[in-house]
DNA sequence: TCAACAGTTTAGAATTATTCCAAAGAAGAA
DNA sequence: TTCTTCTTTGGAATAATTCTAAACTGTTGA
């Protein structure tokens, strides 16, 4: 990638996370272009915090905790909880779900169109639905 | 619950055990049956041990953990995926999807006949479907 | 009835993911 | 600039869960 093109995703960056009432910081620029500058993809803090070591960019693991769920908060990125040892985060919003393939821990995504839940009952009294996950549980075999 | 009723329990439950490939020691004869003994319940590791201390029954938490995973192995129990802090695991294994609460991480069951899952794509090829969990998430408001 | 083996339990250490903290550093406004 | 506020950071702290090695118990077969 040319450093025109890097420089142009990264002031698009910027205006996003302004927009979103983020400081647009070097750390948090430089992991919201890793996020969002590729398709789309679930990642770990873990993951993430290797991807941005690998691309020279060095900010601690608490700083990527807490970039990822500001992100989420601001509905940049959707967290997935599929797996309770570690929490997956994806970088598309909009209305899909997923299988979790239970041998390697992967995500793939499912189309929300693709998909749908029906008879949902009404939540208890007071209660609003926040959203409906569907996880296809899958398995070699 | 007197004796004889609470040594019965106790009976079918070593039952259930050994039918399921599990010895019937004491440890998990007491869990099995404050889990099975009264109606469908969700719990974690931490509330079972605390369960098991209030009847008396002095089991270490790594036994606990043992014998959840034991009895998720063997059909006695369903683990529920929802929060990526802790683990729940269900007593009931009959079909059926969860509201999961945010505010106070409380489960409801839906039962399994009142909602529907359409069009769940095929899997990738050479993995089968070993479950399709929905989860509604709700909020007070 | 009992020895002997394999499967279990246990306390506590270890591990893992994540959060907390207090000090040092940077962004935005005036 | 300068000030104020928000951020970042390394490292300590936490929390859930797993591991470990030694002690124990259920079961089997003599």
């Known amino acids: 990638m040319d450093g025109n093109k890097k420089q142009a995703i990264q002031e698009d960056t910027a205006a996003r996370l302004r927009a979103a009432g983020l400081r ?24 993430l915090h290797a991807e941005a070591a ?42 899909h779900q997923h299988f979790f393939c239970e041998d390697d821990g992967r995500l793939i995504d499912i189309p929300g169109d693709a998909i749908a839940v029906s008879h949902v009952p009404a939540p208890p009294r007071g209660m609003a639905v926040r959203r409906v996950d569907v996880v296809v549980r899958i398995k070699r075999g």
């Open 24 to 47: 647009p910081t070097r750390p948090r620029v430089a992991l919201a272009s890793l996020l969002l500058g590729r398709g789309h993809r679930h990642l770990t803090a873990e993951t």
């Open 54 to 95: 690998k691309a020279g960019v060095r900010v601690s693991l608490a700083t990527v905790y807490n970039a990822l769920h500001q992100f989420t908060e601001a509905g940049l990125l959707r967290q997935v909880v599929v797996d309770a040892a570690r929490s997956y985060f994806d970088t598309n919003t909009g209305e």
